[in-house]
């Protein structure tokens, strides 16, 4: 609980919501082309499927450490986490779907959602990513002193992907 509370963020909730609405939106479109158009939300076959398939992305999310944004990281790396996160999802899901055929609503149709949840969460941690550099721009930083203190403030400064500092130099 203590690790929620300190860890969540206003970035980090956005980042989740948003993940959350297009993996249940691409189930969506999956299903209503699939069954011939307009799926009430309250059909509870479909909640049941498109929330395993919500539910197990966002853990695999969450085990890439894509959720993490205080770390600086690539684009290219985070759309290598991504696939990790979609692949290892989608094969989750097929072992679930061997061992329990039942709650599978059609065959394949999970790929489908999972093939189109990818496209639209690469496509919007690319935007997100662009915002936040475009709206957070990088401020120049001098760090007065050469001591272990300053270069432990170094270190923090470079790492840390939430602050956008560029570390300058030292002045002793």
Do not use: H
């Amino acid at each position: 609980m203590y690790y929620l509370r300190d860890n969540l963020s206003l970035r980090n909730f956005i980042l989740f919501q948003i993940d959350c609405i297009l993996i249940l939106i691409s189930s969506y479109l999956v299903f209503a082309v699939k069954f011939g158009g307009f799926i009430p939300f309250t059909w509870l076959p479909f909640l049941e499927e498109a929330a395993l398939i919500s539910i197990l992305c966002q853990l695999m999310f969450f085990v890439t450490d894509l959720y993490n944004i205080d770390t600086k990281i690539s684009l290219s790396n985070i759309i290598v986490r991504i696939l990790i996160a979609f692949s290892v999802s989608a094969l989750v899901l097929t072992l679930f779907y061997l061992i329990f055929p039942s709650f599978q609503l059609s065959n394949g149709l999970f790929l489908y959602a999972i093939l189109i949840s990818l496209i639209l969460i690469v496509f919007w941690r690319l935007l997100f990513a662009w915002t936040l550099n475009t709206i957070n721009p990088t401020q120049k930083v001098i760090v007065f002193g050469t001591g272990s203190t300053a270069k432990m403030l170094a270190n923090a400064i470079a790492q840390n992907g939430r602050i956008k500092y560029s570390l300058e130099g030292f002045v002793d």
